[in-house]
């Protein structure tokens, strides 16, 4: 089963982590990737940054786009890792590993298969 683990944080918590111990958190993350990498678990990892981000969406029927990554939060989604491993206790054993955990959240989620979110769909548009 694939999890997506989505890494969120605020800019106090980050400079409180990443200044001081900046080595250490990407020690951290270089030790969890070779990790999973090694057991075949790690589909995908990524930073993201809130520079030239934008919000896309229709309010009233029309289109509207601002500048930045969020509406009202105070943590932004700041990096994730997609790992593909047995069930949801193996998910969380590595998003506890990953630093911002001590910090911050970790939100772990697992990804719909194909097939489950046409089945969504399809149940939405039919009530059922």
Request: overall charge negative.
């Amino acid at each position: 089963m694939k999890y997506m683990l989505l890494i969120y944080g605020n800019a106090e918590a980050w400079q409180d982590m990443y200044g001081p111990d900046r080595d250490r958190i990407i020690q951290a993350h270089a030790d969890v990737v070779a990790e999973l990498t090694t057991r075949g678990e790690l589909v995908s990892n990524q930073g993201l940054t809130t520079e030239g981000s934008a919000v896309v969406r229709f309010r009233e029927g029309a289109l509207t786009t601002t500048d930045g990554p969020f509406s009202e939060a105070k943590e932004v989604l700041a990096g994730f890792y997609l790992v593909d491993v047995p069930d949801l206790e193996r998910a969380k054993e590595i998003a506890a590993k990953l630093p911002e955990a001590q910090k911050s959240l970790i939100e772990v989620r697992r990804v719909m298969e194909s097939q489950e979110v046409m089945d969504g769909v399809r149940g939405a548009s039919t009530g059922g």
